[in-house]
């Protein structure tokens, strides 16, 4: 027996935080032990590289290698310390992002192809994937403006809206290459986007 791992993605703004109450209240009532995590971040070292990554170092420039790198090393932490051992605890797993955050941000927002992504992949995730991705899709004009509401906006928030517009667009793509994925429409009324996020995961735990 092991456990399953569902991630939620999207751009900033696009409703991760409400999708995983809703998840984690269904996986809680299906009755399975449920660990929650998110991306950057999880781990006490990850946590550290999502502080690093998330803000501006005055004049120094954080190169888009670096910001790759970083991304991935907060990942293995992750995965290894945190995700796999649960999951082979027969524990759930829910995380808010995971490796198609980098292929859609690094890969398309920052353009950087895939054959240098698809080694850091190979490191860190040895073929390790999610049983069920839920994009909540949205357009990026919409989705920082929900941002904006919410705060001053962090460093890789302030990117032109190009960079967001080339990261949906990828991500649609993943999305349609994965047969786990399920896209969600969050340009609709609230009320409709969490009937909807109910449906998928009601769908998924019905045949697990
Ligand atoms: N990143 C991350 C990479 O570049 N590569 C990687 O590999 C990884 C893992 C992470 C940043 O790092 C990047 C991506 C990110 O830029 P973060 O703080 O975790 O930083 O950023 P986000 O995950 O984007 O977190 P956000 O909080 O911005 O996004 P959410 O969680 O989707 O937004 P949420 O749920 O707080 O919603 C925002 C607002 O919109 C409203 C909500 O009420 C809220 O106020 N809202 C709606 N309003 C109207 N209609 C709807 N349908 C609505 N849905 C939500």
Known sequence: MSGKFIVIEGLEGAGKSSAVT??????EQFGKPLVCTREPGGTPMA?????????????????????????????????QNVIQPAINADQWVLADRHDMSSRA????????????????RNIT?????????????VEPATGLARARGRGELDRIEQEDISFF???RERYLQLCAD?????????????????QDIT??????????
């Open 105 to 120: 941000y690094q890969g398309g927002g920052r353009q950087i192809p895939d054959s240098m992504i698809e080694p850091l």
């Open 125 to 137: 995730l040895k073929g390790f994937k999610p049983d069920l991705t839920l994009y909540l899709d």
């Open 199 to 208: 449906k998928a995961i009601n769908l998924f735990l019905d045949k697990h």
């Open 22 to 27: 809703i998840i984690k209240a269904a996986i």
């Open 47 to 79: 946590e550290a590289i999502r502080n690093c990554v998330k803000q501006d170092w005055r004049d120094e420039k954080v190169t888009v290698e670096a910001e790759l790198l970083l991304m991935y090393a907060a990942r293995a932490q992750l995965v």
């Open 178 to 194: 994965d047969p786990r994925a399920v896209v969600i429409n969050t340009m609709q009324p609230m009320e409709n986007v969490h």
């Open 165 to 167: 517009e080339r990261t």
